[in-house]
Nanobody, 114 residues
Framework: QLQLVESGGGLVQPGGSLSLSCAAS????????MGWYRQAPGKQRELVAD??????TKYARSVKGRFTISRDNANTVSLQMNTLKSEDTAVYYC?????????WGKGTLVTVSS
């Protein structure tokens, strides 16, 4: 079993920056990949970025060059978001893959607005 606790998020003006962090506790030795998804109002949940155990990363086309995902240690993943746009407004969810299972955080709201 894993528990995920997200921190960060909030209100930021367009062009600003925010950082999200997610800490996993429990059976962290089983974690393969960690990442972030987001869901905007009226839209489907989509992958933002993820990073596997080897450090390989994957980004959504819409955030490439603006967002950076990093795995600080075996059980913590961060997302640095720069040059934020109004279309980045969404609830951001931490996500973890383990063999034959996956876990989600409760989500943290990011609002980009002037």
């Amino acid at each position: 079993q894993l528990q995920l606790v997200e921190s960060g998020g909030g209100l930021v003006q367009p062009g600003g920056s925010l950082s999200l962090s997610c800490a996993a506790s429990g059976s962290v030795f089983s974690i393969n990949a960690m990442g972030w998804y987001r869901q905007a109002p009226g839209k489907q949940r989509e992958l933002v970025a993820d990073i596997d155990r080897a450090g390989s990363t994957k980004y959504a086309r819409s955030v490439k060059g603006r967002f950076t995902i990093s795995r600080d240690n075996a059980n913590t993943v961060s997302l640095q978001m720069n040059t934020l746009k109004s279309e980045d407004t969404a609830v951001y969810y931490c996500h973890v893959f383990v063999p034959f299972n996956q876990y989600w955080g409760k989500g943290t709201l990011v609002t980009v607005s002037s």
